[in-house]
């Protein structure tokens, strides 16, 4: 009836048809028309929400200064929206905040002394549980981080394994097993030739610490970190097999073949 009334089917001007709604509409919704038109449209009256609540670690004071180079990850916590934050993030919050005295009495590595880092150096957990790492050598790098894997020292106290580095029969440390032993030198030479094509200089550091991701170079610094998590795992079970087996496997070898099906897996 509206459409018959307004005759919509034969052109009219944009005022006429606006002229021929108001003449129809009754007074108060006439009123309200004109108001949309002179003012806009009326928003809806703002009910106020709760108010933003902030949670955060206190800042620390002169007598309690922060201890970057340990467990504790509270002095990297940013306060955050209590409402909008991320449920990991308040785990974490709670968790380093209860714990707080016992995590900042763990150094975040073993290798402090040997591998002193460098300015803004430090391990990279990011680095270590990169998503192209394969499970098990994630597994060995943070336990070799940490010290945690098994060098039979203890072992050879109580029973009559020889506590001497089953390749070159110096005396073996974490150190040696891991970065100064002479069969790891041609894989470390290896190494030096591929992170140049990244424009990296292979360090023990890299190795041990991994890369941290840089912005615009993310999905290089993932290849890379698989780079260097694929030697440790060489490394590790090289070594395992010379002493369950007591045979000898080129770990230079091995990193190459499992670079080679990791690649391969992933991107085929
Ligand atoms: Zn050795």
Known sequence: MLAERMELSRPRTPQHVLQEVRDILPPAARVYLDRVLHEGMPCPPSTPGPPDL??????????????????????????????????????????????????????????RDLLPPLEGEGP????????????????????????AVSMGVYLARFTPIPDTCPFCG????????????????????????????????????????????????????????????????????????????GVSFDCGAYFRSSVHSRIWAEFL
Not at 75 to 100: D, G, I, N, S, W
Not at 185 to 206: D, E, G, V
């Open 170 to 245: 110096m005396r073996k440390t974490l150190a040696h097993i891991y970065l100064e032993c002479a069969r790891l030198q041609s894989l470390f030479q290896l190494l030096t030739n591929i992170l140049l094509c990244f424009w990296l200089h292979f360090l023990p550091h890299l190795l041990i610490y991994s890369l941290p991701f840089r912005g615009p170079t993310k999905s290089w610094d993932l290849l890379v970190n698989l780079l260097l998590a694929l030697p440790k795992m060489a490394i590790y079970k090289t070594r395992v097999r010379r002493l369950d087996e």
């Open 124 to 147: 990279r957990r990011a680095g270590l549980y990169s998503t192209m790492v394969p499970r098990p050598a994630r597994d060995i790098s943070w336990r070799l981080l940490h010290a």
């Open 54 to 111: 902030f949670i955060g670690p206190l800042p620390r004071g002169p007598n309690h200064p922060s201890r970057p180079f340990t467990v504790s990850r509270l002095h990297e916590l940013q306060p955050v929206c209590f409402q909008t934050a991320p449920r990991k993030h308040l785990y974490m919050l709670v968790l380093h905040t209860l714990h707080v005295l016992t995590l900042a009495s763990h150094p975040n590595t073993k290798w």
